[in-house]
Structures are given as structure tokens and as C-alpha cells.
């Protein structure tokens, strides 16, 4: 299964010069925990870094910083962790597990962000998976019970 088949396809982004109120307002109303930080021109932004709504805790809020006054690049995590669209969904899962990850920015080979795979999205696929190997057991268990009691 490639990374592509389970990221999320629409990310929500902040400039890395915007304050931590913006980014925190921005996760807000995308319902997310977590923004690639983008830098570069409005054409061609390229993400440089992460933050998560926990830097945001940890960080400005638990320490009485101003988000106002502090830019998403001061907080962001520079060591971006990213996956190619057709790399494995298992690999990576492993290489996130390894480096204690939660989310890989999904970006293309031109370096353009495309999605965002995360753990979530992992489990999800995998509780779909065991649902399907599931539903096959109970049918097999019927089909057996149809066949033996016909045969009767």
C-alpha cells in the first residue's frame, strides 16, 4: 500500500513568518493538531518544518511567551520527517515509529507538498483491513453451517 492511498490530501499550512496566535487559529479552524510550515513565494511555498499544537503548549503557552510575538519558524521542528507519495505505507510506518513521529508531510518529487500520512491514518486503514478479514471469517462460518446442515 503506498503512502499516497492513505495521507490526507488537503494540509493545512502556515508561512513560517506568521505569528503562533495565526498558527494556532489556523489549526483551529481546520479542525487539525498539527501545520507544515511552509517558506518561499505564494507560487511555490516549500515546506520546511512542522508545528504541532503541543509545540504550541509547550513552548509559548506554558511559558507565558506572547503568540503574537513569536513566529511559527521559532517553534517549528526544522528535522521535517517526510515521505515520497509511492513510498510503502509499512516502511514508513516503521521509519515514523523509529524516529517518534506522528505525521510525515507528504512531498512529491518536484518538492511540492501533496498530502499528510499520519498514524491515524494507519490505523484507520488497518481497522478497515481487520473488519474485512472479519466479515470473511463470519461468512466462511456460515457458509460451513449452510453446507454441513444441508448435507444433514
Known amino acids: ?9 488537503r494540509v493545512a499550512t502556515i508561512d513560517a513568518s506568521l505569528p503562533i496566535a495565526a498558527a494556532a487559529l489556523a489549526m483551529r479552524n481546520n479542525h487539525v493538531g498539527a501545520l507544515v510550515v511552509t517558506s518561499g513565494d505564494d507560487d511555490r511555498p516549500r515546506p520546511i518544518g512542522i508545528i504541532t499544537d503541543r509545540d504550541i503548549v509547550v513552548s509559548v503557552v506554558a511559558l507565558g511567551l506572547d503568540p503574537n510575538a513569536i513566529a511559527a519558524a521559532d517553534i517549528m521542528s526544522e528535522q521535517l520527517f517526510s515521505a515520497d507519495p509511492e513510498d510503502d505505507a509499512y516502511a514508513t510506518i516503521r521509519k515514523m515509529r ?5 505525521r510525515a508531510p507528504v512531498i512529491n518529487a518536484k518538492g511540492k507538498l501533496s498530502g499528510m500520512f499520519t498514524m491515524d491514518d494507519f490505523i484507520a486503514f488497518l481497522a478497515r483491513e481487520m473488519g474485512e478479514v472479519s466479515s470473511l471469517i463470519a ?10 446442515f444441508a448435507c444433514e
Open 1 to 9: 500500500m503506498k503512502v499516497t492511498n492513505l495521507a490526507t490530501h
Open 98 to 102: 523509529v524516529l517518534g513521529v506522528r
Open 139 to 148: 461468512a466462511e462460518q456460515l457458509e460451513e453451517q449452510t453446507t454441513r
